[in-house]
């Protein structure tokens, strides 16, 4: 897939980072990394952050003993070190750290990074100057994306390696993105206007130590995971219509026996956004009487009462993933305002705490979660491809819904095994990666988390899925105009809005054509949220309906 890049328009919004009474909220974080938000600082920030400089700066004057401030790192900590070397013992622990390997974060992710280090220092517990602070903002509003190695983590003391990358291109000694292209980090800040960081006391610790890259990338799983989830409950509505299929399963009552929140809230939207489908076969409070029964007292081959699970077990599966992101977003919520560097600076209560804040167990179990209820809705998902595509299972559409010229033309056939393909590697892929625990540092770091394993997992796994469903809204569209040939009965309006939204990039399928194409355009559409903008966009109900889910 092509990589998901800054949007090329100007930012049209600004978010306010340090106000405490509205912490940031992910789709904040989103905004910033793909250039669509600019970054301000609140008033009371710099004040915090001046006046926790100013504890650090006393007693690095006096001499005190401070982890990595006037100690060595990890077990190397029983070393005092003179404070005369501050500055150089702050660029030592950046080079030793920048060890990091693989393919660069993509520049959204790397973004979102800074973005939530940016947002931990600014809770004024870090001991980072007010002007490193301001720097950042200045970073950030000029679209510049650090670049960073996407492996070398444990995700133990905080996200070390990707974090020391970051800090190696704010100190001007890496390199940077912007606009898609990439250059060393000195040309790209004297170009931004801005000068290289040097570091001081603890401001190497506080970039270095904590979880912002797995909070960071978590953020962004967050806000796609939820586009998706969305679009799964609109291509479950229209798929449901193209195969008449019972809309009874989908009645509130189904959630008042079973009221996991997320279910009701899956049951409210399928049950409204079908108020007007009259291709779905009603609900009925009282079934109608057996058919005549024959001389062995059995009426054979009725029609069914209820669908396959594709479609009767909707709010359950919709409802359990976003019970799941819910929980999800929560945790990253609290990370994302959470102050996760070590040792913590309270200046007002004159004191500093040696802890373990940047231990990133709670974002990597939460990314595992989220990465499995990703995973099932990839499942469903080709579920419901493989039976629309299929000629003894669709209802008497064509079979691969290709009706022109049925064998010469193969339809949809390749890209259903693309489908399940994709789903095959998404099950290789699954182990959790929270409980992969492995001692290193001397044993110091003797558990560790794997968080941004985890994170950049559950981010692979958004993107397959994301292919996936796109591979599904272009057989739902397909269906939608081969049932309009048999009748004129209408859709509904969601199911119209889905098929507007997929012909904006993919034609219908008269003839066989590479749909490679097709299927990353809409795949990145429905990342980025492009998609879902579209969807709705002519009809408010639905488009509020959408947004309360």
């Known amino acids: 897939m092509a990589m998901l890049d800054l949007r090329s328009e100007a930012a049209s919004r600004s978010v306010i980072v340090g106000d405490l009474a509205r912490p940031v909220a992910l789709d904040d974080v989103e905004a910033v990394a793909t250039g669509a938000a600019r970054v301000e ?24 003993a401070i982890y990595g401030v006037t100690t060595g790192y990890g077990p190397l900590a029983n070393n005092h070190v003179d404070p005369a070397q501050g500055a150089l013992l702050q660029r030592k622990l950046v080079y030793h750290l920048a060890s990091g390997v693989g393919a660069p974060l993509p520049p959204a992710q790397a973004r979102a990074i800074v973005m939530a280090r940016l947002v931990t220092l600014s809770q004024g517990l870090s001991a980072v100057r007010p002007e490193l602070l301001e720097w950042l903002c200045a970073c950030l509003n000029c679209g510049l994306a650090p670049i960073i190695p996407e492996k070398g983590t444990v995700g133990a003391s905080g996200d070390l390696t990707p974090l020391a990358h970051m800090a190696l291109a704010f100190m001007g000694e890496g390199a940077f993105w912007q606009g898609g292209a990439s250059a060393p980090a000195d040309a790209m800040l004297q170009a931004a206007g801005l000068r290289p960081v040097t570091l001081r006391h603890k401001e190497g610790l506080a970039l270095v130590n904590g979880t912002s890259a797995m909070t960071g990338i ?39 026996a079973r009221p996991h929140a997320g279910q009701r809230r899956a049951t409210a939207l399928l049950w409204g956004l079908t108020e007007n489908a009259p291709r779905l076969r009603q609900f009925a409070p009282i079934p109608a009487r057996i058919a005549p029964v024959g001389d062995d007292g059995v009426a054979h081959t009725q029609e069914l009462p209820q669908d396959a699970y594709s479609i009767r ?15 999800h977003d929560r945790i990253v919520e609290i990370e994302l305002s959470s102050v996760t560097d070590n040792p913590l600076v309270f200046a007002e209560e004159d004191t500093i705490l040696h802890a373990g804040n940047f231990f990133g167990q709670h974002v990597s179990f939460a990314s595992d979660s989220l990465n ?59 182990a959790p990666a929270s409980i992969q625990s492995m001692p290193t540092n001397a044993n110091n770091q003797d558990v560790v988390t794997m968080g941004t394993v985890a994170a950049r997992r559950a981010g692979e796994s958004l993107t397959d899925v994301s292919r ?21 009965r209408p859709f509904s309006v969601a199911a119209e809005e889905l098929h507007f939204a997929v012909r904006h990039h993919s034609a219908f399928l008269n003839e066989d054509r590479p749909l490679s194409h097709d299927i990353e355009t809409i795949a990145i559409d429905l990342l980025t949220g492009a998609m879902m903008g579209r969807i709705g966009r002519r009809s408010n109900e639905l488009r509020e309906r959408l947004e309360a889910f």
Not at 408 to 416: E, I, K, P, T, V
Not at 468 to 488: K, N, S, Y
Request: glycine share 8%; aromatic share 4%; with cysteine.
């Open 468 to 488: 996936i469903l796109a591979i599904q809204a272009m057989c739902v569209a397909q269906a939608v105009e081969l049932r309009r040939r048999e009748d004129d």
């Open 313 to 327: 077990c909707a709010p359950q599966l919709l409802g359990a993933v976003d019970d799941m992101l819910v929980h």
């Open 41 to 64: 600082l609140h008033p009371d920030t710099l004040r915090r952050a001046a006046a926790s400089d100013a504890l650090i700066t006393r007693l690095v004057a006096e001499r005190r």
């Open 372 to 430: 499995n209820a990703i995973i099932m809705l990839g499942v469903w998902s080709e579920r419901q491809i493989a039976r629309l595509t299929d000629g003894t299972l669709n209802a008497g559409l064509p079979p691969f819904l290709q009706g022109n010229a049925t064998g010469l033309n193969s339809g949809f056939m390749g890209a259903q095994v693309t489908a399940s393909a994709l789903v095959a590697e998404l099950r290789a892929k699954s």
């Open 218 to 256: 978590a953020t962004l799983n967050g806000v796609r995971a939820r586009r998706l989830l969305r679009l799964s409950a609109l291509l479950t509505v229209a798929y449901a219509e193209a195969l008449g299929g019972h809309r009874a399963a989908w009645h509130s009552l189904g959630a008042v």
